[in-house]
């Protein structure tokens, strides 16, 4: 079953478009490869000016399910940019580009590695703004011995962790509320 692009790009990215995070992930499904092109071309267009970005990093023709990525680009680039965090993707393989304000290359293999390795690139939690901490405890602990589960497994103090997924949660809430009653995303998005 086919669900509206925008309402899925809300669910699982407000905390984005609020600019409490720096990237988000959501699964669409979709007949229309066109269609969504075309949508992810015109909210590149119109989300450009709140320093946003929207790419597909995975499409299956089969299935008919693409994971669309969105980040601001600037904390990405900081983000990706930390040399725990470069020293933590390269231990993971990742061909680390010269210039660490680059994320391009990244995100190219991140994208071939989601579409062509057997096991799912748990690493992704540092794209989407994951404590490294909580990415490393994971890949570590696979995917137990956590301290707390909400918008991922948290596995430092539980206590920061809920009030942080806490926060997340209330931003969707609120912002499918107003996106229910009417306002369009493009105000909804905060320029960051």
């Given amino acids: 079953m086919e669900r509206n692009f925008e309402t899925v790009m809300i669910e699982q990215c407000a905390p984005v478009l609020a600019g409490l995070k720096p990237a988000g992930l959501f699964r669409y499904e979709t007949r229309d490869c066109a269609d969504l092109a075309r949508r992810v071309r015109s909210w590149n267009e119109q989300l450009d000016e709140k320093g946003l970005c929207v790419r597909v990093l995975k499409g299956c023709m ?11 680009e600037s904390r990405l680039r900081v983000l990706l940019a930390q040399p725990q965090v470069r020293d933590f993707l390269r231990g993971e393989g990742y061909d680390l580009p010269q210039q ?14 989601l579409c062509c390795e057997a096991d799912f690139p748990h690493e992704i939690g540092v794209f989407l703004g994951y404590p490294l901490p909580d990415v490393v405890g994971f890949i570590e602990n696979e995917g137990r011995n956590f301290t707390c589960c909400g918008c991922w497994k948290a596995y430092g103090d539980p206590a920061a962790a809920r009030q942080h997924f806490a926060q997340l949660n209330k931003c969707t809430a609120v912002y499918l509320r107003l996106f229910h009653s009417g306002t369009p995303i493009q105000r909804l998005a905060v320029a960051a």
Avoid: F, G, K
Wanted: charged residues 30%.
């Fill in 62 to 72: 089969r299935t008919h399910q693409y994971l669309v990525y969105v980040y601001r």
């Fill in 100 to 113: 660490p304000d680059d994320d391009a290359p990244l995100l190219r293999q991140l994208s071939r590695r």
